[in-house]
Nanobody, 123 residues
């Protein structure tokens, strides 16, 4: 049974940077697509950035140019470098894996989830 474990969340002031990491384990095959999603209080979970095994990526418009997703297929990890953070980026960030279609930023298309890591950006 696959497992995803996120790390790297925290608090930062607006304009700052944070890096998130997700470790995947227990999958019997290379994870084809994996990515980051977030959910702010009172809002639905939304896709932030996803990446597939060959390195193709997809980003939400709200983070393009500020966030960068990358993966290490040997270590089975995916990272999210977040720059120029704003208070609107405050949310619980989740790692999601194994998509039903590509490209997709829809949480409904992802089968496995981590427990999340909190990112808080203050103004």
């Amino acid at each position: 049974q696959g497992e995803l474990v996120e790390s790297g969340g925290g608090s930062v002031q607006a304009g700052g940077s944070l890096s998130l990491s997700c470790a995947a384990s227990g999958f019997p095959y290379p994870v084809y697509c994996i990515g980051w999603f977030r959910q702010a209080p009172g809002k639905e979970r939304e896709g932030v950035a996803v990446i597939r095994y060959g390195g193709d990526t997809a980003y939400a418009d709200s983070v393009k140019g500020r966030f960068t997703i990358s993966r290490d297929n040997v270590a089975n990890t995916v990272s999210l470098q977040m720059n120029s953070l704003t208070p609107e980026d405050t949310a619980m960030y989740y790692c999601g894996a194994v998509c039903l279609q590509w490209p997709s930023l829809s949480p409904a298309d992802y089968k496995y989830w981590g427990h999340g890591t909190q990112v808080t950006v203050s103004s």
